[in-house]
């Protein structure tokens, strides 16, 4: 089964993100981009990719002591931008502005977890962010990146992450992918 590792955002966050997303599909209505729906939206910690069913009770195991390091610590959601860069991206997000060093140390934390695991590394440096829409080709994109360029001081709201939780990801084709928490694992600290 796919995984992966994710903070959730909060309702708030998610219907700002959402209404900025919406602004820029109104400005490239021919942009050649899968975007995400709003009710997916979320920080992925960890990528984990397949996960064997016998693996799960270590991982939550792992991830129960990875949580009981990390106090609840406060985020919050703004900018806009992309991958590899916002004139030519690849993947368009929503970033965050404060609680970057708790949310990078959770992130840091996971992934030495997951690697004792077995699990690869991550060879990039975790950047925190909530990703909108993957870029299939350049068709249509300049509006989109015109637009995101007016969303890069934009504010989405502030919450206290609490807990971290660990997906499955079912894939449906072009109908997308439905997430399924399988496990919420409470900050301790």
């Known amino acids: 089964m796919r995984c992966f590792v994710a903070v959730d955002l909060s309702d708030e966050a998610r219907e700002a993100i959402a209404a900025a997303q919406a602004r820029l599909r109104a400005a490239g209505p ?18 984990l990719g ?12 792992t991830l ?5 390091r990390h106090a609840a610590f406060a985020l919050v959601a703004g900018g806009m931008g992309g991958f590899p860069s916002r ?3 690849r993947v ?9 060093r708790e949310i990078g ?20 440096p975790f950047r925190g ?6 870029v299939r080709s350049p068709r249509g994109l300049s509006r989109v990146v015109n637009a995101l360029g007016t969303l890069e001081n934009a504010r989405f709201g502030a919450w ?16 997308g992918s439905i997430y399924e928490p399988l496990a919420r694992i409470l900050l301790g600290g």
């Open 30 to 47: 021919r942009a050649d981009v899968a975007w995400v729906d709003a009710a997916k939206l979320h920080l992925t910690l960890k990528f």
């Open 50 to 61: 397949e996960v064997a069913e016998s693996a799960l009770a270590g991982l939550r195991a």
């Open 64 to 68: 129960d002591e990875v949580a009981d």
């Open 87 to 89: 004139t030519r991206p």
């Open 92 to 100: 368009l997000w929503a970033g965050l502005t404060d609680g970057l």
């Open 105 to 124: 140390r959770l992130a840091a934390d996971v992934e030495r977890a997951c690697a004792a695991l077995g699990w690869a590394m991550e060879a990039r």
């Open 129 to 134: 962010h909530v990703t909108i829409g993957r």
């Open 160 to 175: 206290t992450v609490r807990e971290i939780v660990l997906y499955r990801s079912h894939l449906r084709g072009s109908a």
